[in-house]
Nanobody, 125 residues
Framework: VQLQASGGGSVQAGGSLRLSCTAS????????MGWFRQAPGKEREFVAA????????YYAQSVKGRFTVSRGNAMTLALLQMNSLEPEDTAVYYC???????????????????WGQGTLVTVSS
């Protein structure tokens, strides 16, 4: 199974984008799905995660109240609704599936073992 993030693009500050994480190949389930991002010249950082059941989600402080993570259906494993975007949100965004047996909340790269190709989000001021 390969994961793929999509939905990135260029927006002005204050705008919105919705990212999708889709799976190709046979369907798999994970205990949680996560979103990370990597800005130019910076390390990849955690953005948000959601339990596979959808019952609980967790956010980085920098995006809390602006971003919403949700579970999709069928082959769309997760969505990330991003509102009130800021130039600091500019990054390549990645979705990831969790490793088995990790304790919730999943918020580090080590909690996730399955990574998709990223999608670029550019926010201009």
């Amino acid at each position: 199974v390969q994961l793929q993030a999509s939905g990135g693009g260029s927006v002005q500050a204050g705008g919105s984008l919705r990212l999708s994480c889709t799976a190709s190949g046979s369907s798999s389930s994970y205990s949680a799905m996560g979103w990370f991002r990597q800005a130019p010249g910076k390390e990849r950082e955690f953005v948000a995660a959601i339990q596979w059941s959808g019952r609980s989600s967790y956010y980085a402080q920098s995006v809390k109240g602006r971003f919403t993570v949700s579970r999709g259906n069928a082959m769309t494993l997760a969505l990330l609704q991003m509102n009130s975007l800021e130039p600091e949100d500019t990054a390549v965004y990645y979705c990831a599936g969790s490793k088995a047996g990790r304790r919730w909340p999943h918020r580090t790269e080590d909690d996730f073992g399955y990574w998709g190709q990223g999608t670029l989000v550019t926010v201009s001021s």
